[in-house]
């Protein structure tokens, strides 16, 4: 199933934390496949979910992710 995502009004805006780093995690719109949600996890936590089409930026401390 599609994945419940948010909609967010703006693009992105990186924090001006100099010690983060920002994932961009992207998933190209398709037709084969468009109505299967795909979870993301880093870590062992879930950080979000794409959907056909869609984005997301993960913003992540020093060290391996």
């Not at 001006?16 to 880093?42: H, T, V, W």
């Amino acid at each position: 199933m599609v994945a419940n995502l948010k909609k967010h009004n703006n693009h992105y805006i990186p924090t001006s934390d100099p010690d983060k780093g920002l994932l961009y995690i992207y998933r190209e719109s398709e037709y084969m496949g468009c109505l299967r949600g795909l979870y993301i996890n880093a870590n062992g936590k879930r950080i979000g979910g794409l959907n056909s089409g869609t984005y997301f930026v993960y913003e992540s401390g020093p060290g391996e992710v």
